[in-house]
């Protein structure tokens, strides 16, 4: 089988619909929601608070922690199994691992902050949803970051390079690759790279490119979602030096000097 046209008719750099909101969980010290397509993610950041047991804490700085999982009905496919699968161990490790490098817990020695995300509903690019909803709530939550995390999926599909796969394209009948990719948006920086399937280098090259722009257009979406968060703020407290704890701030050059 050809694939020369997308499957929902979109062009090969166009992402599914999105939708991102943060502080959308009242109980949680910062949250957010993340859609694109079906696929919806609900992040939750508790902390920072002490570490148990104490063998795991650190006198030096504070410990990310990230837990992810999937409703049982959230799937297109068989019903998802409760509890903490394999799989979600993984996912969870990735997305530590995409988020550290931005979060700055030095002033939060023997702390942990951890970030729960549920995904009620899903199409592929899980993962990808999971860190863009938790890098919202981190910064909603008001822990220090230097910069902010946007994640998409990139592939190829039977020789097309296209962003934001569907199920239906990661389960197309021909060569399929899926690449996840988390990036900084300052730096540019990849915090996550994985690979599942088969491309070549020049293919790579060109979807990472596609990665690039797809992620910029996530960063405005998580950007647009703190502002407006940060306006209720304001609207409901009245205003505090135009400074809120939910206004993200990121270091610049300039603030080091």
């Known amino acids: 089988m050809v694939y020369k046209q997308r499957l929902d008719g979109r062009k090969i750099d166009e992402l599914r619909p999105m939708e991102a909101k943060a502080g959308v969980i009242p109980n949680a010290d910062g949250s957010a929601s993340f859609k694109i397509g079906k696929t919806w993610a609900l992040a939750a950041v508790y902390g920072p608070r002490e570490l148990y047991p104490k063998f795991l804490q650190d006198p030096k700085k504070g410990l990310l922690r990230c837990h992810y999982g999937m409703m049982p009905f959230s799937g297109s496919g068989e019903r998802i199994r409760p509890g903490n699968s394999r799989r979600a161990q993984e996912i969870s490790m990735v997305m530590t691992s995409a988020l550290e490098p931005v979060v700055d817990l030095s002033a939060f020695p023997n702390a942990v902050v951890d970030i729960f995300v549920d995904l009620p509903q899903t199409d592929a690019g899980t993962r990808c949803a999971a860190i863009s909803a938790a890098a919202i709530a981190l910064a909603d939550a008001g822990i220090p970051m230097t910069d902010m995390v946007s994640s998409v999926a990139v592939g190829e599909v039977d020789g097309m390079v296209c962003a934001d796969l569907t199920y239906n394209e990661e389960s197309y009948e021909g060569i399929v690759s899926d690449i996840p990719v988390a990036m900084l948006h300052k730096t540019k920086g990849i ?59 990121f270091e610049t050059e300039d603030s080091r000097e």
């Open 191 to 249: 915090s996550l790279l994985q690979m599942d399937g088969e491309i070549s280098k020049k293919n790579l090259v060109k979807a990472l490119e596609l990665a690039e722009a797809a992620t910029e257009k996530v960063y405005e979406l998580q950007k647009k979602a703190l502002t407006e968060k940060y306006v209720r703020d304001q609207d409901g407290k009245g205003n505090n030096n135009g400074k809120s704890e939910y206004e993200p701030e």
